[in-house]
């Protein structure tokens, strides 16, 4: 049995590992038949966590649902990558302020990514 955290951990792995997908389509059609970025094994596994992810009917706070929680990470963590890349970035209070509004800080999952943000911090220094 998955709990949040783990699936916040999966959600997460699935962006670091480039297998991105809507989870209302299949990930087998997505990530294997389609785009061939996967095995069939992986892509099977991985729509079996995807469906166990919401059969636990988690409360996903403010994003509603898995999907939901899902593109809002994997929007800010390709935001901040485009900011770690620019000339020019924008402030770390800019980019504060959106994490903020996108990922709780009393989750150990979320707080992981809020890691990377310090990162980007530090860079600026």
């Known amino acids: 049995m998955i709990n949040i955290q783990q ?3 999966f959600i997460r792995e699935l962006d670091e590992q ?3 997908f809507h989870f ?3 990930a087998v059609d997505c990530l294997y038949e389609t ?3 996967t095995t069939l094994k992986k892509a099977k596994a991985i729509q079996k966590t995807v469906d166990e992810i919401y059969e636990a009917n ?3 706070g403010k994003h509603g649902c898995p999907i939901g929680y899902a593109l809002s990470v994997w929007k800010w963590v390709k935001d901040l990558e485009k900011e770690m890349q620019d ?3 924008r402030s770390y209070t800019t980019l504060y302020e959106k994490f903020m509004n996108t990922l709780d800080m009393e989750d150990e ?4 990514l809020y890691e990377r943000l310090i990162q980007f911090k530090e860079s600026q220094s």
């Open 7 to 9: 699936a916040k951990k």
């Open 18 to 20: 480039k297998l991105t």
């Open 24 to 26: 209302d389509d299949s």
């Open 35 to 37: 785009s061939k970025v």
């Open 58 to 60: 988690f409360d996903w």
């Open 87 to 89: 000339p020019k970035p």
């Open 109 to 112: 999952e979320d707080y992981c």
